[in-house]
C-alpha cells in the first residue's frame, strides 16, 4: 500500500468495499451539517488499495507532513451497522488508541480535537455501553 494523501482535514478511509450503498449513506452523512449547523471537516479516501487497512498498518502509512490530530477509518463494522460506527484514531496523545463514533457525531470529535477544545479521551469516556459515542 501507497502512503495516505497528506490534507489538513481528517481523513475518513474507506477499508471496506463490500457494500456501495453503505459508503454513499455514510458520504452523504459526513456531508450533512448536524442540527445546529456543524460539518466535519473531512477528505475522503474511496481507493480500493486500502481496502483491508487496519488501524495498526494505518499508522505506517500516514505522512509525517499529516498534522490532523485523527485518522478514521470506514472499515467492515462501520458499513454494517444503520449507525455507520466510524473507528476514530489518536494521532496525538496515545497514538493509535482508538474509539468508534457514530458518523453523525464525527463533526463532534472532529472540530473539538481539531481546535484543542477537547482531548480525545474526553470523548473516550462518553461512549455507550457497546463501545460506541454517540454525542453528549
Same mark, same amino acid.
Given at each position: 500500500m501507497h502512503k495516505l494523501p497528506c490534507t489538513l482535514e481528517a481523513l475518513v478511509v474507506r477499508t471496506d468495499f463490500s457494500a *456501495?450503498?453503505?459508503? *454513499?449513506? @455514510? +458520504?452523504?452523512?459526513?456531508?450533512?451539517?448536524? +442540527? *445546529?449547523?456543524? @460539518?466535519?471537516?473531512?477528505? @475522503?479516501? %474511496? %481507493?480500493?488499495?486500502y481496502e483491508g487497512l487496519t488501524p495498526e498498518s494505518a499508522l505506517d502509512l500516514i505522512p509525517a507532513e499529516y498534522q490532523h490530530p485523527l485518522l478514521v477509518l470506514a472499515d467492515p463494522v462501520a458499513v454494517a451497522s444503520t449507525d455507520l460506527p466510524l473507528l476514530v484514531m489518536d494521532l496525538r496523545r496515545e497514538r493509535g488508541r482508538?474509539? +468508534?463514533?457514530?458518523?453523525?457525531? @464525527?463533526?463532534s470529535i472532529e472540530n473539538n480535537l481539531s481546535e484543542a477544545n477537547m482531548d480525545f479521551e474526553e470523548f473516550a469516556g462518553a461512549v455507550d455501553d457497546d463501545g460506541v459515542f454517540r454525542g453528549f
Open positions: *456501495d450503498g453503505a459508503w *454513499d449513506v @455514510l +458520504r452523504a452523512a459526513l456531508c450533512s451539517p448536524s +442540527r *445546529d449547523g456543524f @460539518l466535519a471537516n473531512v477528505a @475522503l479516501v %474511496d %481507493d480500493q488499495s482508538c474509539v +468508534r463514533v457514530v458518523a453523525a457525531e @464525527l463533526w
